[in-house]
């Protein structure tokens, strides 16, 4: 009986990746199709909001820009593994942060990009010292890295705000259980360097549904605390109104951002002068 629940997850995330790499090959069969889709143009003014989206930083389709940076594609794909493993096993009531050293792994993960984002920064000045050349397949591993880190900080507290009743566990136990992340994202990695248009369609989707998830459960955080909300919730249903509610909040900040952006700077792409 407890594996049906877990076979039912599994094939709702295979008919939901099924469906999206239909639409993505139909997208990609014709220039003007990806050109004009309305899913991509959404996820550009949502990563418009967040990212630098400089187009010699970004990975495309086809010849068509990612809506996110290499680096942040990566960050938010990662997210989206993490929340995507986490319903697969059924720990979306999971509620603790990992051991302190897993905790120690993942804080070196965001370290390690931040040491690959200011050596790629540098490189905006020519005379700068940099410790080697930026690669877009290295800002993607390192974003990723971060983005896992991103996911297994954020889902705890998420828990620990909606269930009167959460399960006191690490979502992210053991070495083995981060083994398994690692294996997700190098796996990720691999199918957004092979450059194939359909899986690339996919991907850029999935990332940008990360950047979707993380601030709609920091708003629902925030929301739950603010309206004294935090800790009531009892079955699904009932975490159905502030999810809602805290989605709504974050399309609404994000399309605030990119619409100020877009006025100041004239250019959804990079910044003007760089």
């Known amino acids: 009986m407890r594996q049906r629940p877990q076979v039912r997850r599994w094939l709702l995330l295979l008919v939901a990746l099924g469906a999206l790499l239909t639409i993505g090959f139909y997208t990609v069969t014709e220039t003007s199709h990806l050109t004009h889709s309305h899913a991509l143009t959404g996820a550009d003014w949502a990563g418009y909001a967040v990212c630098h989206r400089i187009t010699e930083r970004s990975f ?6 990612f809506p996110l940076c290499a680096r942040c594609t990566g960050m938010y794909l990662g997210v989206s593994l993490v929340f995507i493993a986490l319903f697969l096993s059924g720990r979306m009531r999971w509620s603790e942060l990992p051991p302190l050293p897993i905790l120690l792994v993942l804080l070196g993960f965001i370290g390690v990009m931040g040491i ?52 006191w566990r690490a979502p992210v136990g053991n070495f083995r259980e981060l ?19 359909a899986i690339l369609y996919v991907l850029a989707l999935v990332s940008t549904a990360g950047l979707l998830l993380v601030l709609t459960a920091i708003n629902a955080v925030f929301l739950l605390i603010l309206l004294k909300r935090d800790g009531k919730m009892v079955k699904w249903s009932e975490t159905a109104v502030p ?32």
């Not at 495309?60 to 820009?65: T, V």
């Not at 490189?123 to 996911?151: C, K, Q, S, V």
């Open 60 to 65: 495309s389709i086809n010849g068509r820009q």
């Open 179 to 197: 083994t398994g992340l690692l294996a997700a994202a190098g796996t990720a990695v691999l199918l957004l360097l092979s450059n194939q248009p």
């Open 116 to 167: 690959d984002g200011v050596n790629s920064y540098s490189h905006f000045f020519p005379n700068a010292p940099h410790l080697y050349e930026p690669r877009n397949w290295l800002r993607l591993l390192t974003g990723m890295g971060t983005g896992l880190a991103m996911g297994v900080f954020t889902f705890p507290a998420l828990a620990q705000t909606l269930w009167r009743q959460p399960v």
């Open 243 to 274: 999810l809602l509610i805290s989605f709504i909040l974050t399309i609404i900040e994000l399309s605030a951002v990119s619409i100020t952006r877009f006025n100041l700077t004239g250019t959804m792409t990079g910044f003007p002068g760089l």
